[in-house]
């Protein structure tokens, strides 16, 4: 198995409400990482965890809340979103430190 | 972190070879390049990894000079369907980093 699964596929929120986007792989990987995606615009990163443990931070809104149960699954938690936080949300996976990055194929969120 | 700098666009034709220039004028020691590939509403997909000399596999090649300042991906006889943005990225290797950032990417366009 050599896939990032993510989902949902397509999201439409409001700004009040409390939604997840969730993303499971089952290749061992103990690094998994989240992206924001603009239209147009590379892949922005926004968390990495390493062995279930937070890493980095790249500065995101505390309306972004990641969280990693267990090394397969990683889950994004969002609240109080504004409408400029629509983008495609992707996930990615590697063994560690090695190798290259595998990406689900994105949840696409638009918030209104 | 080593920063990337490519060509924001390219246009080539079915059939010929296309070759991607990619700078990253502070690379460190530790640093290896990897490419990927993306397609509209799709995550990025892994195309080729490389430190030194030249890498090829079933679909490129990539060659990185004895200084390592910069890399290039060569696409033989692109196709209709490699139309996509492509992305370098240098980052650490078996290293305790796992921040992988993206740059800005180049789209190429391959016309009939």
């Known amino acids: 198995d050599t896939e990032v699964t993510q989902t949902p596929k397509h999201l439409v929120m409001g700004m009040t409400n409390k939604k997840s986007l969730k993303c499971e792989q089952h290749?061992?990987?103990?690094?998994m990482y989240w992206y924001k995606q603009k239209a147009k615009k590379p892949p922005e990163l926004m968390f990495v965890?390493?062995?279930?443990?937070?890493?980095i931070n790249e500065s995101v809104p505390s309306r972004f809340s990641p969280e990693c149960p267990n090394s397969s699954l990683l889950n994004l938690h969002l609240h109080a979103l504004q409408p400029e936080d629509s983008a495609l949300y992707l996930c990615?996976?590697?063994?560690?430190?090695?190798?290259?990055?595998?990406f689900g194929e994105g949840s696409r969120l638009t918030v209104l | 972190l080593a920063k990337t700098t490519q060509p924001i666009s390219m246009d080539s034709y079915e059939g010929q070879e296309v070759n991607i220039t990619c700078s990253h004028n502070?690379?460190?020691?530790?640093?290896?390049i990897t490419w990927y590939q993306q397609f509209p509403s799709q995550g990025p997909r892994f195309i080729i990894q490389?430190?030194?000399t030249k890498v090829t596999n079933e679909v490129a090649s990539l060659f990185i000079p004895a200084d390592r300042k910069s890399s290039t991906l060569s696409l033989p006889r692109v196709s209709l369907s490699d139309t996509a943005v492509y992305y370098c990225?240098?980052?650490?290797?078996?290293?305790?980093?796992?921040?992988?950032?993206f740059g800005t990417g180049t789209l190429l366009a391959v016309q009939p």
């Open positions: 990615a996976s590697r063994y560690r430190g090695l190798g290259e990055l595998f």
């Open positions: 290749m061992g990987h103990r690094a």
């Open positions: 965890y390493s062995y279930e443990k937070l890493s």
């Open positions: 502070n690379i460190a020691t530790n640093d290896y």
């Open positions: 490389g430190y030194k």
């Open positions: 990225l240098v980052g650490a290797y078996g290293g305790a980093t796992n921040k992988l950032i």
